[in-house]
């Protein structure tokens, strides 16, 4: 009876998500504090019934109870113990209940950390949290339900996706919910504010610290999804711009314009309108993705479901969340405008053309991905659009960010003096001239995007290098690096990194499609491959064709590499896995293709086959670059500063901006990812 008490739990969660989000906000607005303290108790009660209903979802599958249908449809008796764990959410329903258990982790974490906030403030934003809860839940409940029987039950069960059977499956599906859901917080913050009507910057100062993490868990996410794409889909790319990973990116990418509009907000009062509506916008994202994902609209290897019902319901409540929110903007934006005034050459421009570039990838990356469905809906067909469109836009709307990063800051708040911040960044300037001519004439055949990939991260790392140099020589010694000042560094320096992984890799890598008969040796980007043949391989649920290749350098061996075309039980086609030699200068990447001798097709050691070789120079530093930005955005959200309330002044306004409010003295705290400094006042 385990399932019905999963169900039982469900529904006892859905009634608790209608209770929370009814009784705070009543409470909020009656000014009933009764009603006020019943948030967190609430709160705590519907996590618990979540995760017992996710508990017994994973029993089922840890004990292959094929009485429930949704174990019946994604697992079988041979499918490892790890494999059956990550089944959990290998597939719509599954996925789902996830995504609520992450939302209630995020309330719960909200509820407890959050103590020192105004216990009206919380619960409004509780209330708001419990509003989006009652919409998945009654979503899985009503039209995806995970507990649905088969009766009888089966002997045995389907599979899970064979793509899906990869250790990547086990971490990159949460981390990139939690990020996904964590915008939910900042959300919930915004709305919040303006439903209680406080619009200054107190609430800011509340969200930043949820919204750096959320961001960081994004990114985390996005990296192990571009990761598990480049070693388990044996194409050797690393980002497809496929309509699923721009699901994920838009929110990304509206996510980075929130956390530096948050900085200006919390510091200096601006961009009040820009931090509401991007927040509106992060979260509206991330429910868009969930369309893309599950409404069948959209093709991709990365699909969970292909119901439109179930699509039409996600668009439904994407509609009331996102023209609910803007509705209550509306009219609340008279009370909305507000802050420091600052001049056309200062820290807040340059957040500002930050805000406006990152805004426009994401409506780029928008319009790219539903062209389609435009097109199809206009009746001219379904015209889709690829790599050419966003790999010509991205790049020329990203240019200007990344050559104004290094400027960030070295520029003053209200005021900057921009000789003064070139004559700082000028040994960056020339290491990255000096590094891009030295490539581009010692490397005869180096392609321009490398050339400038060598330039744009020299220029970006090297600027926040000597930014972080100057703090350490005259900044006072408690001040010169707080944690948010860390992750600002940790997070730029990350994009430097980045830049030359993809820029650098996609100029040199060396791609080639060959015939090789065993004992033949090719060689490519100066490497020696020689095929030994194929082999039969036993694996725990599948059977494989198994290559064998060895690589040498000049008569010294390298690695022997042994990609696989595996065949798993059932009616399943054939996938392809890859094998890699890793290094943190190159990649060494095999993938094995068909047979080419028909009287060989059984896979026996002797014939000859179709390969497909990679070497491709610093693909890892696409990956430690994304790491290098999650960790940025952890440590930021560490500063202790956010945890403190202030007194009687304004959030992000120093008393002397208070008391004088056209002072142009910047205050002594620092936002994120761009930092202010002692060294900048006047």
């Known amino acids: 009876m385990l399932p019905e008490l999963g169900q039982f739990a469900l529904i006892l969660a ?117 509003f989006i809860s009652v919409g998945f839940l009654a979503f899985m409940i009503f039209t995806s339900n995970p507990f649905a029987r088969h009766l009888p039950g089966l002997p045995d069960g389907a599979d899970l996706n064979p793509i899906l059977q990869d250790p990547g499956l086990i971490m990159h599906p949460p981390m990139l919910y939690m990020g996904y859901v964590g915008f939910s917080v900042a959300f919930a913050f915004a709305i919040a504010a303006l439903l209680g009507g406080e619009l200054d910057t107190a609430w800011v100062r509340w969200a930043r610290p949820w919204t750096n993490v959320a961001w960081a868990f994004l990114t985390l996410g996005i990296t192990l999804g571009s990761w598990w794409a480049y070693y388990v889909l044996g194409w050797g790319g690393w980002w497809a711009w496929d309509p699923v990973e721009n699901a994920s990116f838009m929110p990304w990418l509206v996510g980075t314009a929130l956390i530096h509009s948050q900085a200006v907000t919390e510091k200096r009062g601006s961009f009040r309108a820009w931090t509401l509506l991007l927040s509106i916008f992060a979260f509206s994202l991330s429910l868009l993705g969930t369309f893309l994902v599950r409404s069948g609209v959209i093709t991709s290897v990365h699909s969970f479901a292909s119901d439109p019902k179930r699509g039409l319901f996600i668009l439904a409540f994407l509609t009331i969340v996102g023209g609910g929110s803007l509705t ?25 053309i930050n805000n406006l570039l990152f805004a426009c990838a994401a409506a780029m990356v928008l319009l790219g991905t539903l062209y389609p469905l435009i097109g199809d809906a206009l009746g001219v067909g379904r015209i889709s659009v690829g790599p050419p469109y966003f790999g010509f836009m991205f790049p020329l709307l990203m240019l200007p960010v990344v050559l104004l990063i290094p400027f960030g800051p070295f520029f003053r708040w209200a005021a900057g003096d921009w000789r003064a911040s070139l ?63 860390l992750g600002m560094i940790a997070a730029h320096f990350g994009i430097a990194i980045f830049l030359a992984g993809v820029l650098v890799t996609e100029a040199t890598s060396v791609e080639s499609d060959l ?168």
């Not at 409470?27 to 017994?56: D, K, M």
């Not at 903007?329 to 008279?334: G, L, Q």
């Not at 009287?599 to 530093?621: C, D, E, H, M, N």
Request: charged share 15%; net charge positive.
């Open 14 to 130: 859905l009634l608790l998500a209608l209770a929370q989000c009814v009784l705070p906000l009543l409470g909020a607005w009656r000014g009933n504090a009764a009603l006020i303290a019943t948030a967190r108790p609430i709160a705590a009660g519907q996590f618990v019934f979540v995760v017992l209903a996710f508990g017994v979802l994973t029993c089922a599958f840890l004990t292959q109870d094929f009485s429930v249908k949704y174990v019946a449809q994604n697992s079988n008796l041979a499918l490892p113990w790890y494999y059956r764990f990550s089944a959990v959410w290998g597939a719509h329903e599954g996925s789902l209940l996830l995504w609520v258990l992450i939302l209630n982790v995020w309330t719960l974490a909200v509820a407890a950390l959050s103590r020192r906030l105004p216990d009206v403030v919380i619960a409004r934003v509780l209330g708001v949290l419990g």
């Open 328 to 352: 209550i903007y509306a009219i609340r934006a008279p009370k909305v405008a507000g802050g420091q005034p600052f001049r056309m050459l200062s820290r807040e421009t340059l957040l500002l």
């Open 423 to 485: 004559r700082a960044l000028a040994p960056a300037l020339a290491l990255a001239v000096v590094c891009a001519l030295a490539a581009w004439l010692l490397v005869g055949d180096l392609p321009m995007r490398g050339v400038i990939g060598v330039a744009a991260s020299l220029w970006v790392g090297a600027g926040i290098v000597l930014y972080a140099l100057k703090r350490w020589r005259e900044a006072p010694r408690g001040r010169r690096y707080t944690p948010e000042m």
């Open 515 to 682: 015939r090789m008969a065993p004992g033949e040796t090719k060689n490519i980007a100066g490497l020696d491959f020689t095929f030994k043949g194929v082999i039969n391989a036993q694996g725990p649920n599948f059977t494989a064709q198994q290559g064998v290749i060895e690589v040498s350098r000049n008569g010294a061996p390298i690695a022997t590499l042994n990609p696989q075309k595996r065949q798993y039980a059932g009616n399943t086609p054939v996938q392809t896995k890859s094998d890699i030699r890793p290094g943190m200068f190159a990649d060494i990447y095999v993938a094995l293709g068909e047979s080419l001798d028909p009287s060989t097709g059984s896979g026996q050691a002797t014939g000859a086959w179709a390969l497909r070789i990679y070497v491709k120079p610093f693909v890892r530093w696409i990956w430690l670059g994304g790491l290098l930005m999650m960790l940025g955005g952890f440590v930021a959200a560490c500063d202790r500063r956010f945890r403190v309330i202030a007194g009687n002044r304004e959030p992000g306004v120093g008393n002397r901006l208070k008391k004088n409010p056209e002072s142009r003295v910047a205050p002594s705290d620092s936002p994120f990812p761009i930092p202010d400094s002692p060294l900048s006042q006047p």
